[in-house]
């Protein structure tokens, strides 16, 4: 099977490589007026309002990015945007996520939200599966956008930016072991090992995206041709499917499992809340990571679509961008963020880095998971 290879490093060094940007601002915002849509008032390219009430700005985004029981960046995002712009953030996190705003659109309501943050290409697969109508459309002319890797960038068409990236891996507890060091197999087809029997957490690839990822991840690894008699071999040797990244964490948190499918950066966690990196180790299967970048974008019925522009540019700016990364642990989507020493050190980038395109998967996703769920979820 043909894949694109997304992205390559040289382990963690190769990690410091690509966190290490270059020091930049955020630039000077020209103040440019635009006429309100009700009374007299203007409002500047900052979001500040004149000569009326401060705008809100209403984002869309997915649970952790506000609580997750680690760090979240959405606070800081709130506080910082507000700070710096007349206008009030309000997230929204609907218990489907994205899933929510397609239903809205389904039934010919408006989304009430001008922006969301947390797309990634199989999302925007399901929402062009399912909408004749755009949900989502390309904003342009961000200031910050050409800072943006490219090798980021999963949506042909411009709607979704990237806003970071993970790389999905195996972590695993060197500490559970009944005799010496549990080591984690550094293949697919080691996870096969009766050694291992019982020893991995990984997520529902029908309702969990880093369970998806983890999917495509193993039919990139063993071809459409081969990807269900392997999860027929992982389920011989006792996988557990979980239905979240939560529910798989904290399970192995737990020590119910050695292993679960969870992010490389994993230990930048780890190491800042003081936990034993013995018991966050990383391994990339076949020496690779499935990329899953992570983008925003701007609903085609946002009330406040200029300031949703600025909130998206607010984004990329490169202390933003750090500050996602650090929060999310995750990798930040410019090449112009600088991160702190201890991020490069402990966040880990795999020596290879795989995905799919958005035309690959448009053309075969269903297909895949809805066959996955077929022949092991049912049974």
């Not at 291992?196 to 957490?201: A, T």
């Not at 963020?337 to 795989?354: H, I, K, R, S, T």
Request: glycine share 10%; aromatic share 10%.
């Amino acid at each position: 099977m043909k894949r694109r290879t997304f992205l390559k490093a040289a382990g963690a060094g190769g990690a410091s490589a690509m966190l290490a940007g270059c020091t930049g601002g955020g630039g000077s915002q020209q103040e440019t007026t635009t006429t309100a849509e009700s009374g007299d008032s203007t409002t500047t390219a900052n979001g500040t309002t004149v000569g009326g009430e401060s705008q809100t700005l209403t984002v869309g985004t997915y649970g952790a990015f506000i609580d997750a029981p680690s760090s979240s960046p959405g606070v800081w995002l709130k506080q910082e945007f507000e700070s710096e712009f007349d206008a009030t953030l309000e997230w929204q996190t609907p218990d489907a996520g994205v899933n929510y705003y397609i239903e809205r659109a389904l039934r010919g309501v408006e989304s009430e939200a001008d922006a969301y943050v947390g797309l990634d290409a199989q999302m925007l697969v399901r929402i062009d599966e399912r909408l004749d109508s755009e949900l989502f459309v390309p904003t342009e002319d961000l200031s910050n956008l050409g800072d943006v890797n490219e090798e980021l960038e999963f949506d042909p068409q411009g709607r979704a930016i990237p806003y970071d990236t993970g790389y999905i891996s195996l972590v695993y507890d060197e500490t559970q072991a009944e005799s010496g060091t549990f080591t984690a197999p550094e293949t697919f087809d080691g996870l096969l090992d009766p050694e291992f029997e019982g020893d991995l957490l990984c997520q529902n690839p029908t309702s969990s995206a880093t369970g998806q990822a983890f999917l495509l991840h193993t039919i990139d690894a063993k071809g459409e041709d081969g990807y269900l008699d392997y999860w027929a071999g992982l389920k011989d040797n006792g996988v557990r499917v979980l239905g979240t990244w939560e529910d798989s964490y904290t399970a192995y948190s737990n020590g119910e499992a050695p292993m679960v499918v969870s992010y490389s950066t994993d230990q930048v966690y780890a190491e800042a809340s003081g936990a034993d990196l013995a018991k966050h180790q990383i391994r990339f299967l076949n020496d690779q990571g499935y990329a899953n970048p992570e983008g925003m974008a701007r609903f085609a019925d946002a009330a406040n679509p200029d300031l949703a522009a600025e909130f998206m540019d607010f984004m990329l700016r490169p202390d933003v961008q750090a500050e996602i990364a650090v929060r999310n642990v995750q990798f930040p989507a410019t090449t112009t963020a600088e991160l702190p020493e201890d991020f490069a050190q402990y966040a880990q980038a795999p020596p290879e880095a795989v995905t799919f395109s958005y035309g690959r998967l448009k053309e075969n996703l269903s297909e895949w998971t809805d066959a996955w769920a077929q022949e092991f979820a049912s049974k």
